[in-house]
């Protein structure tokens, strides 16, 4: 859906020259939530920016649907724009416009007639959970309502693809989610391409399905969201998956558990995802004759499943044990660790 090659701008200031994209390449499938973090700094706004030429690159080339944005002229750009949303971390909304009048805003612009722009505007409102709301102003709403508005705006022309710019950095958590809820639910019901920038990995590991770390106007990791989870490997991308999963800094926690709980046989659960259907203790647990006490873990959920550790101590028999043991590690997808047998 989007090609984006050697892509640059750079910014010149009265005595430098800033880069603040330095030849991007990337390329974001259809359908795909794409996520781009980074650092303040790094250069994402400017990269997302660059996309719809809210700021006019430097250098490279974007693609979007076999259409080549960095080639339009004016007239055409306009047009081109209908088919990319975008919205915005402070709404950028027109105040002395309704709720209706703002989400009405692109299709005038957009010649669309009187009738059909009713009808469009009731399923937008509708679609983003703003039923009742439609005549007030922004000054009235709250902040994950006013998002709500520049969202159902930026879906008015039916784009192809959606741009989120730090959409829920102005919004508490649990409005964020609410709004992350509602971009999953247009991706799926619209089967729009979303790309969004966040210096947040809590908002990366909720709702994409890629990622892209940007460090100075560069990619510097790029990948499935699990697989960066899983395996990060530059310094910039561990610090980001700490942000969610907290310091890998276990081995003192774990000499604590082998002296706390001293019998049976300690094990680490590795879930790598996929695994979100299987209720994996329980069923361990009817399974073989053995008890399962759950001693420390942290798991957190992706697009893609559970990720994250467990770790248990079985107790019983030892055959019993064992078996459960082979079991977990044979016939599930959760990868198995023996931190302690048993005696
Ligand atoms: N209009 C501008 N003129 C000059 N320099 C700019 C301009 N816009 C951005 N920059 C510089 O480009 C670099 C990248 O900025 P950008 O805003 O894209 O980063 P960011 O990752 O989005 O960070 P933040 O989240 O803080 O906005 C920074 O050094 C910034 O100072």
Same mark, same amino acid.
């Given at each position: 859906?989007i090609? &984006?090659?050697?892509?640059?701008k750079?910014?010149?200031?009265?005595?430098?020259?800033?880069?603040?994209?330095?030849?991007?390449?990337?390329?974001?499938?259809?359908g795909?939530?794409f996520?781009?973090?980074?650092?303040?700094?790094?250069?994402?706004?400017?990269?997302?920016?660059? $996309?719809?030429?809210?700021?006019?690159?430097?250098?490279?080339?974007?693609?979007?649907?076999?259409q080549?944005?960095?080639?339009?002229?004016?007239?055409q750009?306009?047009?081109?724009? @209908?088919?990319?949303?975008?919205?915005?971390?402070?709404?950028?909304?027109?105040?002395?416009?309704t709720?209706?009048?703002?989400? &009405?805003?692109?299709?005038e612009i957009?010649?669309v007639? *009187?009738?059909e722009?009713?009808?469009?505007?009731?399923?937008?409102?509708?679609?983003?959970?703003?039923?009742?709301?439609?005549?007030?102003?922004?000054?009235?709403?709250?902040?994950?309502? *006013?998002?709500?508005?520049?969202i159902?705006?930026?879906?008015?022309?039916?784009?192809?693809?959606?741009l989120?710019?730090?959409a829920?950095?102005?919004?508490?958590?649990?409005?964020?989610?609410?709004?992350?809820?509602? $971009?999953?639910?247009?991706?799926?019901? #619209?089967?729009?391409?979303? &790309?969004?920038?966040?210096?947040?990995?809590?908002?990366?590991? *909720?709702?994409?399905?890629?990622?892209a770390?940007?460090?100075?106007?560069?990619?510097?990791?790029?990948?499935?969201?699990?697989?960066?989870?899983?395996?990060?490997?530059?310094?910039?991308? *561990?610090?980001?998956?700490? @942000?969610?999963?907290?310091?890998?800094?276990?081995?003192?926690?774990?000499?604590?558990? &082998?002296?706390?709980?001293n019998q049976?046989?300690?094990?680490?659960?590795?879930?790598v995802?996929?695994?979100?259907?299987?209720?994996?203790?329980?069923?361990?647990?009817?399974?073989?004759?053995?008890?399962?006490?759950?001693?420390?873990?942290?798991?957190?959920?992706?697009?893609?499943?559970?990720?994250?550790n #467990?770790?248990?101590? $079985?107790?019983?028999?030892?055959?019993?044990?064992?078996?459960?043991?082979?079991?977990i590690?044979?016939?599930?997808?959760?990868? #198995?660790?023996?931190?302690?047998?048993?005696?």
């Amino acid at each position: 859906m989007i090609s &984006i090659e050697g892509l640059s701008k750079q910014f010149r200031t009265d005595n430098k020259t800033i880069t603040a994209v330095d030849q991007l390449t990337l390329d974001i499938k259809e359908g795909e939530i794409f996520g781009v973090i980074g650092y303040s700094g790094a250069g994402k706004s400017t990269f997302i920016r660059l $996309l719809n030429r809210l700021e006019e690159p430097s250098g490279g080339r974007i693609t979007i649907d076999n259409q080549e944005i960095t080639k339009l002229k004016a007239n055409q750009l306009r047009l081109a724009r @209908q088919e990319i949303g975008m919205i915005f971390q402070h709404f950028n909304l027109l105040w002395s416009r309704t709720v209706k009048d703002n989400i &009405i805003f692109p299709l005038e612009i957009a010649g669309v007639p *009187k009738a059909e722009r009713e009808k469009r505007v009731k399923e937008l409102i509708d679609l983003v959970g703003l039923t009742e709301r439609e005549n007030a102003y922004p000054s009235q709403l709250s902040g994950g309502q *006013k998002q709500r508005v520049g969202i159902a705006r930026a879906l008015a022309n039916n784009p192809k693809v959606l741009l989120c710019d730090e959409a829920t950095s102005a919004l508490d958590p649990e409005t964020t989610n609410s709004i992350l809820d509602l $971009l999953v639910s247009i991706n799926e019901k #619209l089967g729009l391409t979303i &790309i969004l920038i966040t210096h947040e990995m809590h908002v990366i590991r *909720k709702i994409c399905n890629q990622v892209a770390v940007m460090e100075e106007g560069k990619i510097v990791e790029q990948g499935d969201v699990l697989d960066v989870f899983l395996h990060p490997k530059q310094t910039v991308t *561990k610090k980001f998956v700490e @942000q969610v999963m907290g310091s890998n800094e276990e081995d003192d926690s774990v000499t604590h558990l &082998i002296n706390t709980y001293n019998q049976g046989k300690i094990v680490r659960l590795h879930f790598v995802g996929e695994t979100t259907n299987q209720a994996l203790i329980s069923m361990v647990a009817k399974k073989f004759t053995i008890d399962i006490n759950i001693l420390q873990g942290k798991i957190t959920q992706t697009q893609r499943g559970a990720y994250g550790n #467990l770790f248990v101590q $079985l107790l019983g028999e030892a055959d019993e044990v064992n078996a459960a043991t082979y079991f977990i590690r044979d016939e599930t997808s959760v990868e #198995l660790e023996v931190i302690r047998d048993a005696d």
